[in-house]
C-alpha cells in the first residue's frame, strides 16, 4: 500500500466524500435493487442488472477511497520551506524553448487538479522539478519527448 501524502484539506475532502458513498449513495442504490427485484423476474430485469453494475462500481470506489485514507499522511504546512520544489509548493516555470511561463502547485495524487492548476507529484514534470532551486533549469521526458522548464519563483 502506497503512502499518500496530502494536506489536512485534502483529507478531510475525501474523507466527506467517502462519508457521502456510504450514507448517501449505497443507499440509493440499495433501494433501486430492492425496486427491481420487486418488479418480477431477475434474468430479463435491466433495471436490476443496472442497479447491481452500480453498485459494484460503488463498493469498488469506498474500497480504493479507505486504501487512500488508510495510508495518509499529513503534512504540516507550516514546516514547509521554498528553498527548492516540493510538495504543497507553488513553483512557477518558464519553458525555455516556447518562453511560456506556467504557475502549478505540486499536491498528492488525490489532489490534483490540473484546471486549478494544482499538478499531481507523481507527473514527470513535477517528478523533474522535485529539488530544484530558483535559476535551475530541469529536462523532463513527456511523451511528446523532451522539455526543458527553468525555475523562476518558489512560494506558498
Not at 483529507?11 to 440499495?30: C, F, G, T, W
Not at 521554498?82 to 525555455?96: G, H
Amino acid at each position: 500500500m502506497a503512502v499518500t501524502y496530502m494536506t489536512a484539506e485534502g483529507y478531510k475532502k475525501l474523507v466527506d466524500e467517502l462519508n457521502e458513498m456510504e450514507n448517501v449513495q449505497r443507499p440509493a442504490i440499495s433501494k433501486q435493487i430492492a425496486e427491481a427485484r420487486d418488479k418480477g423476474d431477475l434474468s430479463e430485469n435491466a433495471e436490476y442488472d443496472a442497479a447491481k453494475e452500480a453498485q459494484g462500481m460503488l463498493e469498488m470506489k469506498i474500497a480504493q477511497l479507505k486504501d487512500i485514507i488508510g495510508s495518509a499522511r499529513m503534512i504540516d504546512e507550516t514546516k514547509i520551506s521554498t528553498d527548492e520544489v516540493q510538495i504543497l509548493t507553488r513553483v512557477k516555470i518558464k519553458n525555455t524553448k516556447s518562453g511560456q511561463v506556467m504557475s502549478y502547485l505540486i499536491v498528492s495524487e488525490s489532489e490534483a487538479n490540473f484546471k486549478e492548476g494544482k499538478l499531481s507529484v507523481t507527473t514527470p514534470i513535477a517528478k523533474g522539478l522535485l529539488g530544484k532551486k530558483v535559476g535551475e533549469k530541469a529536462t523532463v521526458i513527456v511523451p511528446s519527448g523532451s522539455m526543458e522548464f527553468e525555475v523562476m519563483e518558489i512560494g506558498l
